[in-house]
């Protein structure tokens, strides 16, 4: 099977959109990411997964604590920032559990960086979950490609 053939598979499943942060010698860094997953209850564990050639992956491993925050509908132009794909000089951040996250988030998980894994292209970032933070509001959703309402 081609890459295509696969992205195209993996494009069928519907997924929330988050954008994982942290700060590094008094600088905010993110990226938008997909590949989220709730690892374990007892301890409260989480999964993030970094392209092994992103930005983002030194920066993880240097600072030991990331936030996911869970984008809301509406929040498009922050996806589209933090993947790079679109400049937003009005950007939202706030800080939850000293780590900066994004405003209005339907979710915001902070974490300390409780393991990892390198596994084919990606790195796979365990965090041990230390703050919470939900509030209500419709989630932003990517199928195929683009943002979705549900």
């Known amino acids: 099977m081609d890459d295509r053939l696969f992205k195209t598979a993996m494009s069928k499943f ?3 959109v988050t954008v994982v942060t942290t700060e590094l010698e008094n600088e905010v860094h993110g990226m938008t990411a997909n590949a989220f997953l709730s690892v374990s209850l007892d301890p409260k564990l989480i999964l993030v997964s970094v392209d092994n050639k992103a930005r983002m992956k030194p ?3 240097q600072a030991g604590s990331f936030a996911v925050s869970i984008l ?3 929040h498009e132009d922050i996806s589209m920032h933090f993947a790079r794909q679109k400049e937003k000089e009005d950007l939202a951040l706030t800080n939850f559990a000293g780590l ?3 405003d209005g988030a339907i979710a915001t ?3 300390d960086l409780h393991d990892t894994s390198v596994q084919g292209d990606h790195t796979l970032f365990i ?3 230390k703050d919470v933070a939900v ?3 419709e989630p932003l959703v990517y199928y195929q490609g683009g ?3 549900i």
């Open 135 to 137: 509030t209500d509001r």
């Open 72 to 74: 809301a509908e509406g």
């Open 14 to 16: 519907t997924t929330g």
């Open 59 to 61: 920066v993880i491993e």
């Open 109 to 111: 998980i902070a974490c």
């Open 147 to 149: 943002y979705k309402k």
């Open 100 to 102: 900066p996250t994004i």
């Open 127 to 129: 965090g041990k979950v």
